[in-house]
């Protein structure tokens, strides 16, 4: 029961260096997220995506990319890192269609840009 | 833009009392989730209310959703050092499609044994 696996846990970027975390998920969920959270800021969304090929902004999204070409990937993109993306970042996944809303989030990677 | 806001920022409790969180929205919601994420680790679902007026208990804790759903508390009752973490609510707004959760910025829960 792996549920939704994020790759890296921890990663030390140089500012304007670009990388890409990882998310997967094994239990066919439609819909896909990722948040960053800040010290006692709680969550806030920067991407999500409703199925393969479909993906929205959030509240953050400036900064990031996203794709989602497959219903178990949905990678995330830091082109030019900067020291305001210093955070701890959660994918997670959802399946609304089957009456709840409810959000399983992977373990998270710890992003350090100095 | 929805907001919602969490209070306290910070709890301190004796183990065995008993304490209560909320959780306040500017809109009205479709629904509303708390999460609970221990120290170090990440969010992990604990119950979804829909209903106005919607009262859910899990063991010694008692979630409740507003008349006007607006709003929504988590009350625990003999606190113990497992309810150590900070909890969260999210709602999404009526207007809002699925996915698009709100969430507040936590209750930071600390235990005295």
């Known amino acids: 029961n792996a549920g939704v696996t994020q790759t890296p846990k921890f990663r030390i970027l140089k500012i304007g260096q670009s990388m890409t975390l990882q998310c997967t998920q094994d239990m066919n969920h439609n819909y896909m997220y990722w948040y960053r959270q800040d010290p006692g800021m709680g969550l806030k969304l920067i991407y999500y995506?409703?199925?393969?090929?479909?993906?929205d902004k959030g509240e953050v999204p400036n900064g990031y990319n996203v794709s989602r070409s497959t219903t178990e990937d949905f990678p995330l993109r830091l082109e030019l890192a900067a020291p305001s993306q210093t955070s701890v970042y959660f994918c997670?996944?959802?399946?609304?269609?089957?009456?709840?809303?409810?959000?399983?989030f992977g373990s998270g990677t710890q992003l350090s840009v100095l | 833009g929805q907001q919602v806001m969490q209070i306290p920022q910070y709890q301190h409790v004796q183990e065995g009392e008993d304490f209560t969180t909320y959780c306040n929205s500017s809109t009205t919601l479709s629904n509303i989730q708390w999460y609970k994420q221990r120290p170090g680790g990440h969010p992990v679902f604990l119950i979804q209310l829909v209903k106005s007026g919607e009262v859910k208990k899990q063991k010694r804790l008692t979630f409740q959703f507003g008349e006007a759903k607006k709003n929504s508390s988590l009350h625990i009752t003999a606190t113990q050092t497992t309810d150590v973490g900070t909890y969260f609510c999210?709602?999404?707004?009526?207007?809002?499609?699925?996915?698009?959760?709100?969430f507040g910025a936590g209750t930071q829960v600390v235990v005295t044994p």
């Open positions: 997670a996944s959802s399946y609304p269609a089957r009456g709840d809303e409810k959000l399983f």
């Open positions: 995506s409703v199925g393969a090929g479909i993906t």
């Open positions: 999210a709602g999404r707004e009526t207007t809002d499609s699925w996915g698009k959760l709100q």
